[in-house]
């Protein structure tokens, strides 16, 4: 090989390593670049979960949280439950849709996070529950000390969560590179229901269940009557109590109207004291429309232990009393006062004459 040969191949050797580089270099910078979005909401999602919102607020775009405020996310009093639920959230990006020519991206994320439903349930239960039993103690709460136990009950049950509580879900966020880095252009409302337990708010939801709740107390229709068999008694266990159906006797009223009394062992299975008032929810009915709380003209004790406190594992005998429009059976049914449990019934017939 002459040596002019040698100069010509050691030339295009080194033509083709300053190719392969300049396109390795370009390979490099495009795969560096679409890593970018995909880093922004890794970021994001982590700063979700530790409840960082002055880094959450320097990734979007618009900088707006404020759909989280509407949600009570930010609101101090219930910092603890929404940390206990969002620092249990997970995430794995499945897709990255990325668009070099004009800075944008779409980056899917697969989270698994925790359904409140349960949480809220059985919070409300317990709020409710707890404000009763202050309100007839003679304990008035303020709105500040009110909303203390409620955030207080929440962290409670959050702590306790189980697995059968997380859902899954998908949301592909829009990406956007800005002259300070990629960021998602807005906070979206499934995010915001991912951070909030998947309730749209705290109070709301307290409010709404007092409402339902309300509007069945007060219905009083056919529709809701129950239906027993002569085989039903009148006794249920729940965790809170367990009542036992004595006997009933039917009298007078305060106006001379007649009236049943039923009688039942009601029994605190909670872990603090309690009454039968707070805890059950006992509802009479003739010819299937709903019978009124009547006030009986002599007084018996049974009555008073109704409102009653006693301590956890105590058993006292209590009566409710319930105006009656003819000699016809009348139907008992016992639920837990300010519960979401429809299963947990207990029926009976009582024999009128």
């Given at each position: 090989?002459?040596k002019?040969?040698?100069?010509?191949?050691?030339?295009?050797i080194?033509f083709?390593?300053?190719?392969?580089?300049a396109?390795?270099?370009?390979?490099?910078?495009y795969?560096?670049?679409?890593?970018?979005?995909?880093?922004?909401?890794?970021?994001?999602?982590?700063?979700m979960k530790k409840?960082d919102?002055?880094t959450?607020?320097?990734l979007i775009?618009s900088s707006?949280?404020?759909a989280?405020?509407?949600a009570d996310?930010?609101?101090?009093?219930?910092?603890?439950?929404?940390?206990?639920?969002?620092?249990?959230?997970t995430?794995?990006?499945t897709?990255n849709?990325f668009?070099?020519?004009?800075?944008?991206?779409?980056v899917?994320?697969?989270i698994?996070?925790i359904?409140?439903?349960n949480i809220?349930?059985?919070?409300?239960?317990?709020?409710l529950?707890?404000?009763?039993s202050?309100?007839?103690a003679?304990?008035?709460?303020?709105?500040?000390?009110?909303?203390?136990?409620?955030?207080?009950?929440l962290?409670e049950?959050a702590?306790k969560?189980?697995k059968?509580?997380?859902?899954?879900?998908d949301?592909t966020?829009?990406?956007?590179?800005t002259d300070?880095?990629?960021k998602i252009?807005?906070l979206?409302?499934?995010?915001?229901?991912?951070?909030?337990?998947n309730?749209?708010?705290?109070?709301?939801?307290?409010?709404?269940?007092?409402?339902?709740?309300?509007?069945?107390d007060?219905?009083?229709?056919?529709?809701?009557?129950?239906?027993?068999s002569?085989?039903d008694?009148?006794n249920?266990?729940?965790?809170?109590?367990?009542i036992?159906?004595?006997?009933h006797t039917?009298?007078k009223?305060f106006?001379?109207?007649?009236c049943i009394?039923v009688?039942y062992?009601?029994t605190?299975?909670s872990?603090?004291?309690?009454?039968?008032?707070?805890?059950?929810?006992?509802?009479a009915?003739q010819?299937g429309?709903?019978?009124e709380?009547?006030?009986?003209?002599n007084?018996?004790?049974?009555?008073?232990?109704?409102?009653?406190?006693?301590?956890?594992?105590q058993?006292?005998?209590?009566?409710q009393?319930f105006?009656?429009?003819?000699?016809?059976?009348?139907?008992?049914?016992?639920?837990?006062?300010?519960?979401?449990?429809?299963?947990a019934?207990?029926?009976?017939?009582?024999?009128?004459?």
């Amino acid at each position: 090989m002459t040596k002019g040969n040698k100069k010509g191949h050691a030339g295009l050797i080194i033509f083709i390593l300053i190719l392969i580089l300049a396109i390795g270099g370009g390979t490099g910078f495009y795969f560096y670049q679409r890593q970018q979005p995909r880093k922004a909401v890794e970021h994001f999602l982590d700063s979700m979960k530790k409840m960082d919102f002055d880094t959450m607020e320097s990734l979007i775009q618009s900088s707006d949280l404020t759909a989280l405020d509407n949600a009570d996310i930010r609101d101090a009093a219930y910092t603890d439950f929404f940390s206990e639920i969002n620092k249990k959230m997970t995430y794995k990006i499945t897709k990255n849709r990325f668009d070099i020519q004009n800075g944008t991206a779409s980056v899917t994320a697969h989270i698994t996070y925790i359904d409140g439903t349960n949480i809220y349930k059985a919070t409300i239960t317990e709020f409710l529950r707890q404000i009763v039993s202050n309100a007839y103690a003679g304990n008035k709460l303020t709105e500040e000390e009110t909303q203390a136990k409620l955030a207080s009950i929440l962290s409670e049950k959050a702590k306790k969560v189980e697995k059968d509580v997380f859902s899954e879900t998908d949301i592909t966020y829009p990406v956007i590179k800005t002259d300070s880095g990629w960021k998602i252009v807005s906070l979206d409302d499934e995010t915001v229901k991912i951070m909030s337990a998947n309730f749209k708010s705290v109070e709301e939801e307290i409010n709404n269940s007092l409402n339902n709740m309300d509007n069945e107390d007060s219905s009083g229709s056919s529709s809701n009557a129950p239906e027993a068999s002569a085989d039903d008694t009148l006794n249920l266990t729940t965790e809170k109590f367990t009542i036992k159906y004595t006997k009933h006797t039917i009298t007078k009223d305060f106006a001379g109207n007649p009236c049943i009394m039923v009688y039942y062992d009601y029994t605190n299975n909670s872990s603090s004291a309690s009454s039968a008032m707070v805890d059950v929810s006992l509802k009479a009915y003739q010819h299937g429309e709903s019978c009124e709380a009547a006030i009986p003209e002599n007084n018996d004790d049974a009555i008073d232990h109704f409102t009653a406190e006693i301590q956890p594992g105590q058993t006292v005998n209590v009566c409710q009393a319930f105006t009656l429009t003819d000699e016809s059976d009348v139907t008992v049914q016992a639920q837990e006062a300010f519960s979401f449990d429809e299963d947990a019934t207990a029926r009976q017939i009582l024999k009128v004459k």
